[in-house]
């Protein structure tokens, strides 16, 4: 069993920076491939960012490549989502998300993951 839960989010100017974390419980961290997603009002939840089990893959959701980054550190259970030059249209709930084994390609896919966060609110207006 792991739990996640997010933190970082709030409300930024256009053009802001925001870094939100994920905190996993659990000794089997190193375990699972991460992810971050993002569902804004009246969509669906898209994926935005995954890193592997092993952190040396990375992917990103086009819309945000070049301006986000991933990043997970194993020694406190930690995924991080670094974000620049937000957008309006960045904003969304952020969830975290988690899957056994998986490489960063894997994390695209909503259905795969194992474990979710509860998310938190990114707002990006002026």
């Known amino acids: 069993q792991v739990q996640l839960v997010e933190s970082g989010g709030g409300l930024v100017q256009p053009g802001a920076s925001l870094t939100l974390s994920c905190a996993a419980s659990?000794?089997?961290?190193?375990?699972?491939?991460m992810g971050w997603f993002r569902q804004a009002p009246g969509k669906e939840r898209e994926f935005v960012a995954g890193?592997?089990?092993?952190?040396?893959?990375?992917l990103y959701a086009d819309s945000v490549k070049g301006r986000f980054t991933i990043r997970r550190d194993n020694a406190k259970n930690t995924v991080d989502l670094q974000m620049i030059s937000l957008k309006p249209e960045d904003t969304a709930v952020y969830y975290c998300?988690?899957?056994?084994?998986?490489?960063?390609?894997?994390?695209?896919?909503?259905?795969?993951?194992?474990?979710w966060g509860e998310g938190t609110l990114v707002t990006v207006s002026s």
């Open positions: 998300a988690a899957r056994l084994w998986a490489v960063a390609t894997m994390m695209v896919s909503a259905d795969g993951v194992d474990y």
């Open positions: 659990g000794r089997t961290f190193r375990s699972y491939g």
């Open positions: 890193i592997g089990w092993g952190g040396s893959s990375t």
